[in-house]
C-alpha cells in the first residue's frame, strides 16, 4: 500500500506540518486552507501554490460587485419649488429660430403653451382667451388680405374706393391681433407676480420689455423660473438687456440703409443741399 504523501504547508513566514494529504484535502474542502497555500513536500524543487501540488487548478475567484455609484451631487428640490408644475424651459433663442423656420406657424402655437403651463399655476388666468380673440384677428387679417388680391385680380385695377376700406380694416385688424396679444401677456406676468411668491419666489417682469418683445421676454422668465426651480439659485437674472440689443438691429440696419441711400444720391447729383 502507497504511503500518503506528507505535505508542509506555509503561512505568515512559518512553516506548518507535515499534514497528511487527505486531511488537507479535507481542510480544502472546508475552507480552511486555500487552493494559494503555499506547500511544500518531498521531491519539490521549491514551495508551490497547494492546488499545483494537489493538481487541482485555483478556482477563479467571483468577480467583485461594482463599486456603488458616486453620490448625487445635485441638490434635492425643495418641496415647495418641488410642487410648482415643471415650465416648458426652451431657450427663448430657440424659440426665435423655430419662429423662422416654420414661417411663424411656431410662433402661433408656444403662446398657447405658455398659457397653458400659466393656468396651471394660475386656473383664474384669462390668458388662453385673449390668445383665441389674437389668432381671430389674425385668421381675418389674412382672410382680408387674400380677399383683396382676389378681388383686385379680378378687378384688374387698384381703384382707390376699393382698396381704401380694405387697408382700413386691415390695419384695424393687425391692431387688435397685437392687443389681444399684449393683454394675453400682461395677463400671464399678472399670474406669475400673484402666484409664485407662494412657491418662494418673486419674479421681476419688466412691462415695458413685455410690450415690445411678449413671447420672447416671457419665455426668457420661463427659462429662468425652471432653473430656480431645479436648483434653487435665481442668478443668473432672466434676461431682458439682451432683447432690447436685438430690437436695435432692425432700427440700426434701417438708418444705415436710409443713410447709404441718401448718400448714393448726393453722390450722383439727385440731391443738393
Known amino acids: 500500500m502507497t504511503e500518503e504523501?506528507?505535505?508542509?504547508?506555509?503561512r505568515e513566514g512559518q512553516e506548518f506540518?507535515?499534514?497528511?494529504?487527505?486531511?488537507?484535502r479535507q481542510w480544502v474542502a472546508a475552507g480552511q486552507v486555500t487552493y494559494t497555500t503555499l506547500a511544500w513536500c518531498e521531491g519539490m524543487p521549491a514551495w508551490r501554490p497547494l492546488g499545483e501540488l494537489l493538481?487541482?487548478?485555483?478556482?477563479?475567484?467571483?468577480?467583485?460587485?461594482?463599486?456603488?455609484?458616486p453620490p448625487d451631487l445635485r441638490p434635492a428640490i425643495d418641496p415647495a419649488r418641488a410642487s410648482l408644475p415643471e415650465p416648458p424651459s426652451m431657450h427663448w433663442f430657440?424659440?426665435?429660430v423655430l419662429c423662422f423656420?416654420?414661417?411663424?406657424?411656431?410662433?402661433?402655437?408656444?403662446?398657447?403653451?405658455?398659457?397653458a403651463w400659466v393656468r396651471r399655476v394660475d386656473p383664474r388666468s384669462k390668458a388662453i382667451p385673449w390668445l383665441v380673440a389674437a389668432l381671430v384677428?389674425?385668421?381675418?387679417?389674412?382672410?382680408?388680405?387674400?380677399?383683396?388680391?382676389?378681388?383686385?385680380?379680378?378687378?384688374?385695377?387698384?381703384?382707390?374706393?376699393?382698396?381704401?376700406?380694405?387697408?382700413?380694416?386691415?390695419?384695424?385688424?393687425s391692431l387688435l391681433q397685437f392687443a389681444f396679444m399684449v393683454l394675453a401677456y400682461f395677463s400671464m406676468a399678472g399670474s406669475l407676480r400673484r402666484?409664485?411668491?407662494r412657491y418662494g419666489l418673486v419674479p421681476q417682469i419688466g412691462g415695458v420689455t413685455l410690450f415690445f418683445f411678449t413671447m420672447l421676454y416671457f419665455q426668457g422668465q420661463l427659462t429662468w423660473i425652471a432653473q430656480w426651480r431645479q436648483?434653487?439659485?435665481?442668478?443668473?437674472?432672466?434676461?431682458?438687456?439682451v432683447f432690447w440689443i436685438l430690437g436695435c438691429i432692425p432700427f440700426v440696419l434701417g438708418l444705415l440703409m436710409l443713410l447709404t441711400v441718401f448718400g448714393m444720391l448726393y453722390s450722383s447729383g439727385g440731391v443738393k443741399f
Open 5 to 10: 504523501r506528507q505535505i508542509w504547508l506555509g
Open 137 to 173: 384677428a389674425t385668421l381675418a387679417y389674412w382672410a382680408v388680405a387674400l380677399a383683396s388680391g382676389i378681388a383686385g385680380a379680378f378687378a384688374g385695377n387698384t381703384d382707390a374706393v376699393m382698396w381704401g376700406p380694405m387697408m382700413s380694416l386691415g390695419t384695424t385688424l
Open 195 to 197: 402666484e409664485l411668491p
Open 55 to 69: 493538481g487541482v487548478e485555483a478556482p477563479t475567484p467571483a468577480r467583485p460587485p461594482l463599486p456603488p455609484g
Open 17 to 24: 506540518g507535515p499534514y497528511a494529504e487527505s486531511l488537507v
Open 101 to 115: 423656420l416654420t414661417l411663424g406657424v411656431f410662433g402661433i402655437v408656444w403662446p398657447f403653451i405658455q398659457a
Open 94 to 96: 430657440l424659440v426665435l
Open 231 to 241: 436648483t434653487g439659485q435665481t442668478q443668473p437674472s432672466a434676461p431682458k438687456v
